[in-house]
């Protein structure tokens, strides 16, 4: 049960749909009204304007009062250093990607404002149709069921072929400079949390990128591709829900108790290469617990955060895996 303070809010939560629909055999009749629908980027293939309308045909049929997204790697056309590049650095992306003639969009600033404009403009359809874009940084967004959530949204993820929204693996973008890791060099503009605030007030955390050891293993190699910087947000965070895709493989959900998982894991503090020691993964290990069921998902608990990878699409980009459902109590607008 809610406390009176709070209101229990349903959330659908999607990514990496590719333009394909997160329900291929239509909207489910049993599906409850859902308060508030969360994806984690991927949107389009290449993310250009007529894909970009072709996304929000797909948002519009999924039935939500409130629509956050935010883009990912593939939405290219949002991302004004890509669609900056030169005909000849378009090129080097092609051959490096070994996709050829795929981009169909412009290139310039040009372009990249009209896709902004898709998005975020005044008038835009986006806005006509209740769907928020997010850019990067912490917002405190109401619903309509008369809660609000404190949200936190990235589009950025560690840098993989000169796709869009992307960082060098030593940087730092998700934490104040106090609190990165050693050795890492901090850019972060918009900081998950700043060292003057109550990092615990996060509701949300909304990336495209997982965090380090999270869900995050590829296929065949079974390396963790996820960030250790972003993990460190997490840490001091410790948010109801994090969210995010990227890794289509790493589809599923874990839940972090973090009363659990500190008895055994030190502070993230000391270095990436400290980040990815078999110790601390086991530390995490020691503190999570996978979540297998797809049916609705309460995460409610105090200094518990349930971790989602809600890519629909699998490796071979196959629109198999489902939505998650979630149930959080959040505090009243």
Not at 182 to 200: K, M, R, W
Not at 259 to 273: E, G
């Amino acid at each position: 049960m809610s406390s009176p303070k709070t209101i229990r809010t349903s959330v659908l939560v999607i990514s990496d749909t590719h333009l394909a629909t997160p329900f291929p055999d239509g909207v489910p009749a049993d599906l409850p009204p859902i308060d508030l629908l969360l994806h984690a980027g991927d949107l389009t293939q290449t993310g250009t304007e007529e894909e970009f309308s072709k996304a929000l045909d797909m948002l519009h049929s999924i039935p939500a009062a409130v629509k956050l997204v935010i883009p990912g790697n593939h939405d290219l056309g949002l991302d004004k250093i890509w669609t900056g590049r030169t005909l000849d650095q378009l090129k080097i992306w092609e051959r490096r990607n070994l996709m050829f003639d795929v981009w169909k969009g412009e290139l310039g600033e040009e372009a990249w404002q009209r896709c902004e404009k898709m998005w975020f403009g005044a008038g835009s359809r986006a806005r006509r149709e209740g769907v928020t874009m997010l850019k990067e940084g912490r917002w405190i967004i109401p619903l309509k069921n008369g809660a609000r959530v404190k949200i936190y949204a990235s589009p950025f993820q560690p840098e993989f072929c000169d796709w869009a929204f992307a960082y060098l693996r030593h940087q730092d973008r998700f934490n104040p400079p106090a609190t990165s890791l050693l050795g890492s060099d901090n850019i972060a503009e918009y900081p998950a949390y700043s060292t003057e605030q109550d990092a615990s007030e996060l509701d949300v955390m909304l990336t495209h990128g997982p965090p380090f050891g999270r869900l995050d293993e590829t296929k065949g190699s079974h390396e963790k591709v996820g960030c250790p910087h972003l993990l460190n947000a997490l840490e001091h965070c410790k948010p109801k829900l994090h969210c995010f895709g990227h890794i289509h493989e790493g589809w599923g959900a874990e839940r972090i108790d973090w009363a659990r998982a500190k008895q055994s894991m030190p502070h993230l503090s000391s270095s990436k290469q400290d980040m990815t020691s078999q110790g601390l993964q086991k530390a995490w290990e020691a503190g999570s617990s996978s979540v297998e069921s797809v049916t609705p998902t309460y995460a409610t608990a105090a200094r518990q955060t349930l971790l989602l990878n809600a890519s629909i699409m699998d490796v071979t980009y196959k629109p198999v895996n489902r939505p998650w459902l979630v149930y959080l109590d959040l505090p009243a607008a």
